[in-house]
T-cell receptor
Framework: EDKVVQSPLSLVVHEGDTVTLNCSYE??????LLWYKQEKKAPTFLFML????IEKKSGRLSSILDKKELFSILNITATQTGDSAVYLC????????FGAGTRLTVKP | DVKVTQSSRYLVKRTGEKVFLECVQD?????MFWYRQDPGLGLRLIYF???????EKGDIPEGYSVSREKKERFSLILESASTNQTSMYLC???????????????FGPGTRLTVL
């Protein structure tokens, strides 16, 4: 059965900290892995990863995929209170399966 | 910018009522999706549609039906609402591409449905 597991489920940090969110998966016919940020509304797209070892970067956020070990990490450096959100990982094969999400709280 | 709108942000219904959730997208996307989101379970796909009048079951279609009469509109129907259908419902759309149609989905704001 296809599986997407995110860790930790919840994380509380202070502004300026760096955080690493994890997403591991077990799926057949892997095509891509996506990261979304969800605040008090709908998820917004962050990154799509298809190749191992190639870092995607957008400002203070970056992500990388390891297709051998079947996981991805999302890094956020110099966190700000506006980074507080649920971060969702989704894996695409012939279907699309979301993880349960990591709730990040950044305190001032 | 892609815009996906949902008819209601908050909805309260009684057990047994018929419920319609409407979703409209304005970017001529071929693909549309309905998810529900529950704590600890992430997003789970209910139904999706690749074209007008076409629908496919997702992971949890039981208790739901859908309608896609026009390209821009995808409706989720709860024929007889039950308390276990209390949830956040999210609609999404994406462009048909040569790869997976699920790659970049744009989400609506969500409808929080409470069934009493």
């Amino acid at each position: 059965e296809d599986k997407v597991v995110q860790s930790p489920l919840s994380l509380v940090v202070h502004e300026g900290d760096t955080v690493t969110l994890n997403c591991s998966y077990e799926v057949t016919n892997f095509r891509s892995l996506l990261w979304y940020k969800q605040e008090k509304k709908a998820p917004t797209f962050l990154f799509m990863l298809t190749s191992s070892g190639i870092e995607k970067k957008s400002g203070r956020l970056s992500s990388i995929l390891d297709k051998k070990e079947l996981f991805s990490i999302l890094n956020i450096t110099a966190t700000q209170t506006g980074d507080s959100a649920v971060y969702l990982c989704a894996v695409v094969n012939n279907d699309m399966r979301f993880g349960a999400g990591t709730r990040l709280t950044v305190k001032p | 910018d892609v815009k996906v709108t949902q008819s209601s942000r908050y909805l309260v219904k009684r057990t047994g009522e018929k419920v319609f959730l409407e979703c409209v997208q304005d970017m001529d996307h071929e693909n549309m999706f309905w998810y529900r989101q529950d704590p600890g379970l992430g997003l789970r796909l209910i139904y999706f549609s690749y074209d007008v009048k076409m629908k496919e079951k997702g992971d949890i279609p039981e208790g739901y039906s859908v309608s896609r009469e026009k390209k821009e509109r995808f409706s989720l129907i709860l024929e007889s609402a039950s308390t276990n259908q209390t949830s956040m419902y999210l609609c999404a759309s994406s462009r048909r591409t040569s790869g997976s149609p699920r790659n970049e989905q744009f989400f609506g704001p969500g409808t929080r449905l409470t069934v009493l």
